[in-house]
């Protein structure tokens, strides 16, 4: 009877191992995503705090402002093929090591601040990261977690990111701007440290003929249960006939190799479609929000204290948001939760356009709380939908050819136009009004929506190899149609 107890102690112990390996690994990759948001919020604080401390408004001007804001999209464009290299050549741990460097020398550089070239620097080095969250940690996460925990942990990334943005936020609106960059030293120190005992990817060892440490690997981070056993010789087979049918090219070969596969359909439409999910997310205008809350919501409340307690409420409501939408995600499918909950966006976008519009003609008299309840209303909506549905979608629609290289395009164009809807945000509210730049971005949003309602599949519980077919089965059923009407006419 001992032995049997002692036994079963033993096999749920060897059981909950794994799982816990896995949430090492987890929480490792969660410190960038909240250390992410904490460098997304500092712009917003920062401002208001270098304006008191010189007593100067033009200490740091609209110009400069709107850099800070979105250099950290910019300089991760540059970075993200360089980290993709590195990811493939030397492994996931190693760039996860370079990677809280990083992170660690952008926080010193913003604890260590004092005026607003500091901080631009520090939110340059801060788009690394921002690179890295886009590229690597994603496949960190799908790598070294099962299949039955792996939605999980894919979805608190967004969550993790807008806690950092709510933390950022009430730090610079309660104490100085720099006690950021104590946490985010702090967080840092933390994931340097965990990074060391992580096992390096089974995949990326496999890929690397290294079946040894692939196997050692995948049980220390799976276990060795029947399905974990299945996987892991399914995933060792596939990469052993890779490796038989691969031949050495040259870097030249690969690019045009590549290129080649960019131009057929069932390469372009998936990246496209991947564009146009990313662009309904950009368009709706909540990432901009949150990098100008508290520039904005003092324009739409009139009083520095309520726009304080607003940002944080609503940044609240965004987690909020993220949460019930994940719970939803389990019941509704990806594209109803994408199209609904962004057109109920949209909608609360352009009902607040127009009653700021009727406010400016003296038509409607200002009410702050109607404004609150609008955007909170927004802000639900817009987390539920576009906030944690573009990145799963755009993780099921990438194509299985050329994955790696798609990625980088994808990713790469979309930091990119982020960078740019950022960098030209104060000038649409200085030159269209508030009303104004509601509108275009609902517009804008509009347009994207319609285009998905069009052309964007259905992806929950396919597989990617299903997924894929897709866009194969319309290629060759258009080549079919095709040719059927080629026959007609030659009958006539």
Known sequence: MEVEETNHFLSKKIKWAPFLRQIHVCVTVWCFYFISGLSAGTPTVVRPQIVRQYNSTTIISDNMFSWIASISSFSGTCCIIVLILLAHFFGRKKITILLTLIKLTAASVLCFSVNAMHIFISQLLYGIISAGIMTVFPMVITEYSSTEYRGIFLTLRPATFFWGIWTANAIGIYTHYRYIGILSIVISSYAFVTSFFMPESPYWLASKSKYDECVLAHRILKGDGDEAEKELDDMISAFKGMHRKNTKKSIQQ???????????????KPAALSLLVFSIYDFSGKYVFAVYAIELMKKLTGEESVAHITVLVLDGFSVLGMYIGAGMSKILKRRTMLLVNSAIGITFLLVLSLYLYLIKLSILSENSY???????????????????MSTSIFGELVPMKARSFSVCVITSLYMAFNGTVTKIAPMMFQYLGLHGSFLVYGLCCSVCLI??????????DKSLYEIAALFEKRKSEKSAETKLLELKNLQQ
């Open 370 to 388: 109607a404004v609150i309840v609008l955007l909170v209303g927004y802000s639900l909506a817009i987390c539920c939908g576009p906030m944690i």
């Open 254 to 268: 690969h690019l045009r190799s590549y290129f080649k596969l960019l131009r057929q359909p069932e390469i372009w």
């Open 451 to 460: 285009l998905a309602f069009k052309y964007l599949p259905e992806t929950k």
